[in-house]
């Protein structure tokens, strides 16, 4: 059995008591799906952000800092979807695609400069870029590439003070490995960690369970919005 790195990051946003109106972006994830066919590396990349319905300056009809990780030029992404989930956010869908020319480890990543204002745990949210990014390791030795394991269960929740909250991404991974999870520091511009970050604070814990991917916090002791990191690691079982 075999860790590999490759993994999904991508922002939590929650919101306890009342909904806060932010401004910007307020979550965002990443997924690399191999199409092939096997060996020319040909990938499909998809990018799904979440924000503010009402705000014209969180609106994306396109990514225009989207990076495959393999020193190519910066691509842009073309919305191909806009969905209104309600409570004033958005779901935007975004898909590019490319061939990656061999073994090695790739970082598909991107930057907005808006994120979501007066989020609780990053000082100074307004100012600090967005920012989501996903791994891809590619072996010869090990056969078809693999894809990005799933979330199934959206990035934004809302909880209440003073009581306990789980949040589960529900994440499952197309090629059938297990997956572990992890949380980790979120990050800003040049996917740097965010200077100043803190995990949200508990009255009791807050922490991830790796095997079940369930994040618990226990409990929410202030009103406000609050972004978290997350990452999958795959599990990969050799015959």
């Known amino acids: 059995m075999v860790l590999k790195r490759f993994f999904i990051l991508f922002f939590f946003?929650?919101?306890c008591s009342d909904f806060v109106q932010a401004t910007h972006n307020r979550a965002g994830e990443m997924y690399l799906e191999?199409?092939?066919?096997?060996?020319?590396?040909?990938?499909?990349?998809?990018?799904?952000t979440y924000t503010k319905t009402s705000s014209s300056a969180a609106d994306?009809?396109?990514?225009?800092?989207?990076?495959?990780?393999?020193?190519?030029?910066?691509?842009?992404?073309?919305?191909s979807q806009k969905i209104d989930l309600g409570n004033d956010i958005s779901k935007n869908i975004y898909i590019g695609f490319h061939t990656y020319s061999g073994n090695g480890t790739y970082y598909f990543h991107f930057e907005d400069p808006?994120?979501?204002?007066?989020?609780?745990?990053?000082?100074?949210?307004?100012?600090?870029?967005?920012?989501?990014?996903?791994q891809l390791i590619y072996n010869p030795f090990q056969g078809q590439p693999n894809s990005s394991p799933i979330l199934t269960?959206?990035?934004?929740?809302?909880?209440?003070?003073n009581r306990i909250f789980i949040h589960n991404p529900g994440a499952y991974d197309p090629d059938g490995d297990s997956l572990s999870y992890e949380l980790t520091v979120c990050r800003g511009a040049n996917g740097d960690p965010i200077p100043g970050y803190t995990f949200p604070a508990a009255s009791t814990t807050f922490n991830m369970n790796a095997l079940t991917g369930d994040l618990t916090w226990d409990a929410p002791i202030q009103e406000g919005e609050y972004n978290v990191a997350l990452q999958n690691h795959r599990v990969e079982k050799w015959k």
């Open 153 to 161: 269960y959206p990035p934004i929740d809302q909880g209440c003070l």
């Open 60 to 79: 994306r009809p396109t990514l225009d800092s989207v990076y495959w990780g393999d020193g190519s030029p910066r691509d842009v992404f073309v919305r």
């Open 13 to 15: 946003l929650f919101i």
């Open 114 to 134: 808006n994120r979501n204002s007066d989020v609780v745990n990053i000082p100074n949210s307004v100012e600090v870029p967005f920012y989501v990014e996903t």
């Open 34 to 48: 191999f199409v092939g066919p096997f060996p020319t590396l040909y990938y499909k990349g998809t990018i799904i």
